[in-house]
């Protein structure tokens, strides 16, 4: 009897370990490899459950809708009212490409699947509502359409936001596509030349040109390697050792100017010689000051700025970051940014496009508030750069952005790149006296500043301020 009791005992012993081993794995898998194996692409289970969820709606600022779900026999089929207009910030949502912009980066909060239930499993799904929370934009849905249309059929993007809060108020990117005919279309937009799934207001690396040459003047002053009363002779061209020859545009001559004169005319040579006199160190400085080192938000998924190895650069390529060249690429957002600080006391707000996260019945469930990400300057250089933006506006190359009993402060750029015609640039803010809006347009290949992204902005603004 004994040696039986003995074997009972180490049977029951055998199986209860077993029991703990299988409680330890089952725990492993349900609280470290929950999200894992909830998002997996094979499960079936979870993709089926979500078919049957109605995705909450994409809307602006104002209600209107940007996105929603439509019953489609068994399931719900997305559907986008604006189209092209929208198509980079909102995204699309397909079985078989995927998910982009909105629909992606908050597809937990469009499903409902943001819940705490989660790693439960199939459980969960006693808890799921099957209607997905709303997000709510901080665009403006006409402002986006007044910004796209103003584009015309030129490549390019255009950022506009609230250099006070940071909100993300317009944000389009030519070519687009229509997200409601993705899947039909998928072959031609995914390999057309002209890149129209690229959203480049975050994600286009462009040379910024001329429209550098705002924080130049800054970076300069801050280091006081000049003052507002210095001059620098410009014969129209600069020799820069060993020889190498910067030209100002027509090789005009502008004579003895001070750096107020020199960014209403957007001075080559002007803003050259503050590269050289800046130096690499210093610049490297002026950069990373203003945050060019640093991620914003991961939701707007923008592309990192590149930057020279400032330290290894020559004396050419030192003038040439004073206008804005060398290899200094960028992104359409980080222009509007910039813009943005001397709009706002030299003060970067935190860029965001997702103000509030509602249920279906209009309850809140999460909100974004405005974040101070950077101060880059002191307020009293700020004003002394939008000063001297208002003088490029007012009476220099950015005339064709004014507006009548508006005072805008803004820059052209005309950026010279390796693969084509210059790209057309306008930067800027308004009113200037109590900014509401900054706005970045790009024109890709479209030339002078001045002449093609200074009047699209022009439109742009109009349509914010009134």
Same mark, same amino acid.
């Given at each position: 009897?004994?040696?039986?009791?003995?074997?009972?005992?180490?049977?029951?012993?055998?199986?209860?370990?077993?029991?703990?081993?299988?409680?330890?794995?089952?725990?492993?898998?349900?609280?470290?490899?929950?999200?894992?194996?909830?998002?997996?692409?094979?499960?079936?289970r979870n993709a089926e459950a979500i078919h049957q969820i109605e995705y909450?709606?994409?809307?602006?600022?104002?209600?209107?809708?940007?996105?929603?779900?439509?019953?489609? +026999?068994?399931?719900?089929?997305?559907?986008?009212?604006? &189209? !092209? %207009?929208? /198509?980079? #910030?909102?995204?699309?949502?397909?079985?078989?490409?995927?998910?982009?912009?909105?629909?992606?980066?908050?597809?937990?909060?469009?499903?409902?699947?943001?819940?705490?239930?989660?790693?439960?499993?199939?459980?969960?799904?006693?808890?799921?509502?099957?209607?997905?929370?709303?997000?709510?934009?901080?665009?403006?849905?006409?402002?986006?359409?007044?910004?796209?249309?103003?584009?015309?059929?030129?490549? +390019?993007?255009?950022?506009?936001?609230?250099?006070?809060? &940071? !909100? %993300?108020? /317009?944000? #389009?990117?030519?070519?687009?596509?229509?997200?409601?005919?993705?899947?039909?279309?998928?072959?031609?937009?995914?390999?057309?030349?002209?890149?129209?799934?690229?959203?480049?207001?975050?994600?286009?690396?462009?040379?910024?040109?001329?429209?550098?040459?705002?924080?130049?003047?800054?970076?300069?002053?801050?280091?006081?390697?000049?003052?507002?009363?210095?001059?620098?002779?410009?014969?129209?061209?600069?020799?820069?050792?060993?020889?190498?020859?910067?030209?100002?545009?027509?090789?005009?001559?502008?004579?003895?100017?001070?750096?107020?004169?020199?960014?209403?005319?957007?001075?080559?040579?002007?803003?050259?010689?503050?590269?050289?006199?800046?130096?690499?160190?210093?610049?490297?400085?002026?950069?990373e000051r203003y945050g060019f080192k640093r991620p914003v938000s991961p939701?707007?998924?923008?592309?990192?700025?590149?930057?020279?190895?400032?330290?290894?650069?020559?004396?050419?390529?030192?003038?040439?970051?004073?206008?804005?060249?060398?290899?200094?690429?960028?992104?359409?957002?980080?222009?509007?940014?910039?813009?943005?600080?001397?709009?706002?006391?030299?003060?970067?707000?935190?860029?965001?496009?997702?103000?509030?996260?509602?249920?279906?019945?209009?309850?809140?469930?999460?909100?974004?508030?405005?974040?101070?990400?950077?101060?880059?300057?002191?307020?009293?250089?700020?004003?002394?750069?939008?000063?001297m933006m208002v003088e490029v506006v007012s009476h220099g190359t950015g005339?064709?952005?004014?507006?009548?009993?508006?005072?805008?402060?803004?820059?052209?750029?005309?950026?010279?790149?390796?693969?084509?015609?210059?790209?057309?640039?306008?930067?800027?803010?308004?009113?200037?006296?109590?900014?509401?809006?900054?706005?970045?347009?790009?024109?890709?290949?479209?030339?002078?500043?001045?002449?093609?992204?200074?009047?699209?902005?022009?439109?742009?603004?109009?349509?914010?301020?009134?």
């Amino acid at each position: 009897m004994k040696v039986i009791a003995d074997n009972i005992r180490k049977v029951a012993y055998c199986l209860f370990s077993l029991l703990v081993i299988l409680f330890i794995y089952l725990s492993y898998i349900q609280v470290v490899e929950s999200n894992f194996l909830a998002t997996h692409p094979l499960n079936r289970r979870n993709a089926e459950a979500i078919h049957q969820i109605e995705y909450g709606m994409v809307v602006d600022k104002n209600g209107q809708k940007l996105a929603y779900s439509e019953r489609d +026999g068994d399931g719900f089929k997305r559907q986008y009212p604006y &189209g !092209a %207009i929208t /198509a980079h #910030v909102v995204g699309y949502d397909s079985e078989t490409y995927g998910k982009t912009g909105i629909e992606s980066t908050f597809n937990a909060y469009l499903t409902g699947k943001n819940n705490q239930l989660q790693h439960l499993g199939a459980i969960s799904h006693l808890w799921t509502n099957q209607v997905g929370n709303n997000v709510v934009l901080t665009l403006d849905a006409k402002l986006q359409e007044v910004a796209y249309k103003s584009l015309g059929d030129h490549r +390019g993007a255009v950022v506009v936001m609230s250099p006070r809060t &940071g !909100a %993300i108020l /317009a944000m #389009v990117s030519k070519p687009s596509f229509n997200p409601n005919t993705l899947n039909e279309q998928w072959n031609h937009i995914s390999t057309a030349t002209d890149s129209p799934l690229l959203n480049r207001s975050v994600q286009g690396l462009y040379p910024p040109g001329s429209i550098m040459k705002v924080m130049i003047a800054d970076g300069a002053l801050t280091e006081q390697v000049i003052d507002q009363k210095r001059t620098i002779n410009s014969e129209g061209f600069l020799k820069v050792p060993p020889d190498y020859v910067l030209e100002e545009v027509n090789r005009k001559v502008y004579g003895k100017i001070n750096i107020k004169e020199a960014l209403t005319v957007s001075s080559n040579v002007f803003f050259g010689t503050l590269g050289l006199e800046l130096g690499g160190k210093r610049l490297a400085k002026t950069f990373e000051r203003y945050g060019f080192k640093r991620p914003v938000s991961p939701e707007l998924q923008e592309a990192m700025s590149r930057l020279p190895d400032f330290n290894a650069l020559g004396n050419g390529d030192l003038a040439q970051v004073g206008i804005g060249q060398s290899s200094l690429l960028v992104t359409p957002l980080r222009m509007a940014m910039l813009a943005s600080s001397f709009a706002n006391k030299g003060k970067i707000m935190k860029p965001y496009i997702v103000s509030t996260i509602t249920d279906d019945k209009g309850s809140k469930v999460q909100e974004f508030a405005p974040e101070e990400w950077l101060t880059v300057t002191t307020p009293q250089l700020a004003d002394t750069i939008k000063e001297m933006m208002v003088e490029v506006v007012s009476h220099g190359t950015g005339n064709a952005a004014s507006l009548r009993g508006v005072q805008v402060a803004g820059k052209t750029g005309t950026a010279e790149n390796p693969h084509g015609d210059s790209h057309a640039w306008f930067i800027g803010f308004a009113p200037a006296d109590n900014p509401e809006v900054a706005i970045a347009v790009i024109v890709e290949n479209g030339g002078g500043g001045g002449s093609i992204a200074a009047p699209i902005a022009r439109q742009i603004l109009e349509k914010a301020l009134h």
